[in-house]
């Protein structure tokens, strides 16, 4: 009995993983809005309740940059080097559409959700 527990355990970590991961995303975009350098960002994120790690967030900035949605450039005005990201224009409307998208389903599934007793 306790490893079918233990599976179903596993099972529920994934998918709250799968969840996780776009809503960091759009967390990202939102504090995105004023220049941050990962750890500066990642402080940010944790002072809200979101902890990313920096395997995650690292490769998140360089893809989301890549895809054109961050801009980035060095401040090497201070003892170290540092990257800073900020929102791009294309960014700032796929940012839009994600917080409308995530209104939306938040509205759905309190209906869906909320009418069921635990």
Excluded: C
């Excluded at 995650?56 to 360089?62: E, F, G, H, K, V």
């Excluded at 980035?72 to 080097?81: L, Y």
């Excluded at 700032?92 to 599934?109: N, Q, R, S």
């Amino acid at each position: 009995m306790r490893h079918m527990a233990k599976k179903w355990q596993q099972h529920a970590e994934n998918l709250q993983l799968e969840i996780r991961r776009g809503v960091i995303v759009l967390a990202v975009l939102s504090q995105l809005q004023q220049p941050h350098y990962g750890y500066s960002l990642r402080q940010a994120l944790a002072d809200k309740g979101v902890d990313v790690n920096e395997g995650t967030l690292y490769p998140l900035l360089r893809r989301l940059e890549s895809q054109g949605l961050l801009n980035s450039e060095w401040d090497v005005s201070e003892g170290r080097p540092r990257r800073y990201y900020i929102i791009s224009k294309d960014g700032l409307e796929v940012f839009a559409a994600l917080k409308t998208e995530w209104k939306y389903l938040g509205l759905v599934m309190e209906q869906v959700l909320g009418n069921r007793q635990q």
